[in-house]
């Protein structure tokens, strides 16, 4: 079974710039999860989609934004990019049912300049 | 979303059992303790999940005391590949819904020595 995949694992952009980051999850998994992950905040919940619905949402400005498609697949925006958006931005899926374990992706690496 | 206590680092002698200690007490009736790992720049790891019982897999085994204020992570045989940063989380909806998050802590890191 494959597992999350994350595309691309590397992005470099420039200050003011927008980005998108993709992902697709585990085969059958209906909910994918977006974390962002930096040295000084460590992991941090960014927002949840499920079945194409948003369903729950962190603490993080609007720049931030996802959609999910029919098929699961999620992709994660942020606009207007600033230097402190540099991070590992992770997602994870699972099922959505309330015990399921979630399996998380390798990751993108986004480096803003 | 319930807070969780760990120590920040732990050492283990390679192929003895680590035991990674976690406080929730403030744990609700209906949330799991997940623990997760992760190994510099990649991924979280999923490890082991419970609710009020005691549970194994091929990795670890999860003890979770009967008040389910605290629980400990095991690795029986920790080899150099088990270091790594460990995170216990208590979240999820027994019979309900989970909405997707977890909150990370900053988690135990492990080192394994030879």
């Known amino acids: 079974k494959a597992g999350v995949t994350q595309t691309p694992r590397y992005l470099i952009k420039t200050r003011g710039q927008q980005v998108t980051l993709s992902c697709s999850p585990i085969?059958?998994?209906?909910?994918v999860s977006w974390y962002q992950q930096t040295p000084g905040q460590g992991l941090q919940f960014l927002f949840e989609y499920f079945s194409e619905t948003q369903r729950n949402k962190g603490n993080f400005p609007g720049r931030f934004s996802g959609r999910q498609f029919s098929n699961s697949r999620s992709e994660m925006n942020v606009s207007t990019l600033e230097l402190g958006d540099s991070a590992l931005y992770l997602c994870?899926?699972?099922?959505?049912?309330?015990?399921?374990?979630?399996?998380f992706g390798q990751g993108t690496r986004l480096t803003v300049v | 979303d319930a807070k969780t206590t760990q120590p920040p680092s732990m050492d283990c002698a390679e192929g003895r059992a680590a035991n990674l200690p976690c406080n929730h007490s403030t744990i609700s009736g209906n949330e799991y303790v997940y623990w997760y790992r992760q190994i510099h720049s990649q991924g979280p790891q999923y490890i082991i999940h419970?609710?009020?019982n005691n549970e194994t897999n091929e990795m670890a085994s999860l003890i979770i005391t009967e008040d389910r204020k605290s629980s400990t992570l095991i690795l029986p045989h920790a080899t150099l590949r088990d270091t790594a940063v460990y995170y216990c989380?208590?979240?999820?909806?027994?019979?309900?819904?989970?909405?997707?998050?977890?909150?990370f802590g900053q988690g135990t890191i492990l080192t394994v020595h030879p």
């Open positions: 989380i208590v979240g999820g909806n027994a019979g309900g819904t989970s909405y997707g998050k977890l909150t």
């Open positions: 994870a899926s699972s099922s959505g049912q309330g015990g399921a374990e979630a399996f």
């Open positions: 085969s059958g998994h209906r909910s």
């Open positions: 419970g609710l009020k």
